[in-house]
């Protein structure tokens, strides 16, 4: 036999407590522990029976895979992340910093689809009305016929409108704004966030319809909510970029159709946001005449290779803590490559000195291949010897100088032959052997340490 008995809940975090307390010892939120019913069996350890399943289980060779076949969006750079296009019956989820453009570019998708897909596309909105909505998408040209709009905010009239308009697309904005009737917790909390993804992702796939749920982020950036969100659906995409930079990048983090490492690339304007295939241009500064100070990396963004240009400026000198003032690069490696030129670099003085390094475009480059690039912008900066335009660096630096390898260089090196660069800086062993032989038109250097490096930087910029 079963009997409902109470229980406790944090409705911030969904930490469950022993009994009622005023302020969740797992969160620190006061006031956000409240009480639930819970229905179990009456004797602990008591075995469960079996049942007949609803569908016996096949050998693996013969289940049809054309269910799970990936349908295009029409938006290309959506489709590089999601491995394809959208799969019937997957949930997924997209999250981003509020006004970076998620809505904008759901509404494109949903218009796409409808246009494409045969089916209908379905966009229920919690935080906006129809007629805000439209506005919107009049200014970006995402007008159809098959593309259908609701505002709600219970769970059972956007189960209603599924019914009526029966969509091939859901796009739910957002999912922290629907509740649930009968679920004793306010919107947005851990407990109706669950019970409106659990039901939808039961819907999404009884019917076959491709869902995607908007997410909040909290402050760190991370998806709002608990942790079994991202558990329950099938994608986890985060959609990334500055407010004062035009770029947007949409970052898979979880993909049960495809890679989970790809990155797509859109530019926001007015119009709109429209995918960008080939955004290394936005990278890079054409100059005149070469300028001290500057240098040129190839960096991985998941699959994809981008040529990024590093600034360095190297200020006065000052009495105390000079400052060090990062913008796209981490602050952490570039003190650690500072110390390292100032150890190994001859005539180079950086320990009283302020130094501001930066990427152009808008772009944030964390990975260590960048170092050697980092390192021959704050040589040339401080040194005021110009670095050749036509040169990338590629490579790690350790805290001995020593120049390390990094991963997919042979990629990074198709990727500047392909936009002109005549020579790279690569660590040892990446020249040829196991790599392959250089583009054709692309010098490789290898170098071993960062005197060698700078030597040959020199060399290449006076040939």
């Given amino acids: 036999?079963?009997?409902?008995?109470?229980?406790?809940?944090?409705?911030?975090?969904?930490?469950?407590?022993?009994?009622?307390v005023g302020r969740c010892p797992e969160c620190q939120e006061w006031g956000s522990v409240v009480e639930c019913t819970v229905t179990g069996p009456v004797v602990a350890g008591r075995a469960v029976a079996s049942r007949a399943p609803s569908e016996p289980a096949r050998?693996?060779?013969?289940?049809?895979?054309?269910?799970?076949?990936?349908?295009?969006?029409g938006v290309d750079e959506l489709d590089r992340v999601l491995g394809g296009g959208l799969v019937p019956?997957?949930?997924?989820?997209?999250?981003?910093e509020p006004g970076v453009g998620k809505s904008t570019l759901l509404l494109d998708v949903a218009q796409q689809w409808a246009a494409s897909a045969g089916?209908?596309?379905?966009?229920?909105?919690?935080?906006e009305s129809v007629s805000q909505v439209r506005l919107r998408a009049e200014r970006i040209g995402a007008l159809h016929d098959r593309l259908y709009l609701a505002a709600e905010n219970d769970l059972g009239a956007v189960l209603g409108h599924l019914d009526q308009v029966r969509p091939g697309l859901?796009?739910?904005?957002?999912?922290?704004?629907?509740s649930v009737a009968g679920t004793d917790a306010t919107a947005g909390g851990v407990t109706q966030v669950r019970a409106v993804t659990a039901a939808l992702v039961a819907v999404a796939k009884e019917r076959g319809i491709a869902t995607v749920l908007v997410g909040h982020v909290t402050k760190d950036g991370n998806v709002a909510g608990p942790r079994v969100?991202?558990?329950?659906?099938?994608?986890?995409?985060?959609?990334?970029?500055?407010?004062?930079?035009a770029l947007r990048l949409v970052r898979g983090m979880k993909n049960r159709f495809g890679p989970a490492d790809e990155v797509g690339c859109f530019e926001m304007h007015e119009g709109g946001i429209t995918g960008l295939p080939d955004p290394s241009g936005l990278f890079l500064t054409r100059y005149a005449e070469a300028v001290p100070g500057t240098c040129v990396t190839v960096a991985m963004e998941g699959r994809r290779a981008l040529v990024t240009e590093v600034q360095a400026l190297i200020g006065a000198t000052?009495?105390?803590?000079?400052?060090?003032?990062?913008?796209?690069?981490?602050?952490?490696?570039?003190a650690m490559v500072l110390a390292v030129l100032q150890r190994r670099a001859e005539k180079l003085t950086l320990h009283d000195r302020e130094v501001f390094a930066a990427t152009v475009g808008g772009i944030r480059v964390v990975e260590p291949a960048a170092d050697l690039a980092v390192s021959l912008a704050v040589a040339s900066g401080g040194l005021n010897l110009a670095v050749s335009p036509r040169l990338v660096a590629i490579g790690e630096v350790g805290l001995t100088g020593e120049v390390r390898r990094v991963g997919a260089v042979g990629r990074r090196l198709a990727e500047a032959a392909r936009l002109g660069f005549t020579a790279a800086l690569v660590p040892p062993g990446c020249g040829g052997g196991e790599?392959?032989?250089?583009?054709?038109?692309?010098?490789?250097?290898e170098v071993a340490d960062v005197r060698a490096a700078l030597h040959w930087a020199a060399r290449v910029s006076a040939e």
Avoid: N
Wanted: charged share 20%.
């Fill in 435 to 445: 790599q392959g032989p250089g583009p054709a038109g692309l010098r490789v250097i």
């Fill in 170 to 178: 859901l796009v739910l904005d957002s999912v922290q704004t629907f």
């Fill in 59 to 73: 050998p693996i060779a013969t289940i049809s895979a054309a269910a799970a076949a990936a349908r295009p969006t």
């Fill in 1 to 20: 036999m079963k009997e409902a008995r109470p229980a406790y809940e944090c409705d911030a975090c969904g930490h469950q407590p022993p009994k009622w």
């Fill in 229 to 245: 969100l991202e558990h329950l659906v099938d994608v986890v995409l985060h959609f990334e970029g500055d407010r004062h930079s």
């Fill in 318 to 334: 000052v009495a105390g803590s000079p400052r060090r003032t990062v913008s796209g690069l981490d602050g952490a490696r570039l």
């Fill in 89 to 96: 019956g997957a949930v997924v989820l997209l999250a981003g």
């Fill in 119 to 127: 089916s209908p596309a379905l966009v229920v909105s919690g935080e």
